[in-house]
């Protein structure tokens, strides 16, 4: 059965930087992309980083140029540098993988606060 854990979620104050991970387990079939969606209070959940197999990325537009997006085909990870993190950053992080078939995978999620 297929499994996504994340780590890395925590308390950083603003202008700092922090990573997440997230770790597949299973067997993957045609594997699209893998991602970092996120829900704040009151918010919809959005994506805020995506990276495909080949390495194309996709940013929202609020966290371009300060957060990175990587992955491990092999080992079916993926990163999320967070740098120069502001208030607004604050919320539950997703992993997330699309893969053939239609399907969809969700990580339980990570909490990231950005606390002064």
């Known amino acids: 059965q297929v499994q996504l854990v994340e780590s890395g979620g925590g308390l950083v104050q603003p202008g700092g930087s922090l990573t997440l991970s997230c770790a597949a387990s299973?067997?993957?079939?045609?594997?699209?992309?893998m991602g970092w969606y996120r829900q704040a209070p009151g918010k919809e959940r959005e994506l805020v980083a995506a990276?495909?197999?080949?390495?194309?990325?996709n940013f929202a537009d609020s966290v371009k140029g300060r957060f990175t997006i990587s992955r491990d085909n092999a080992k079916n990870t993926v990163n999320l540098q967070m740098n120069s993190v502001k208030f607004e950053d604050t919320a539950v992080y997703y992993c997330?993988?699309?893969?053939?078939?239609?399907?969809?995978?969700w990580g339980k999620g990570t909490l990231v606060t950005v606390s002064s």
């Open positions: 299973g067997r993957f079939f045609s594997i699209i992309a």
């Open positions: 997330n993988v699309k893969a053939g078939l239609g399907m969809d995978y």
């Open positions: 990276i495909t197999r080949g390495g194309t990325t």
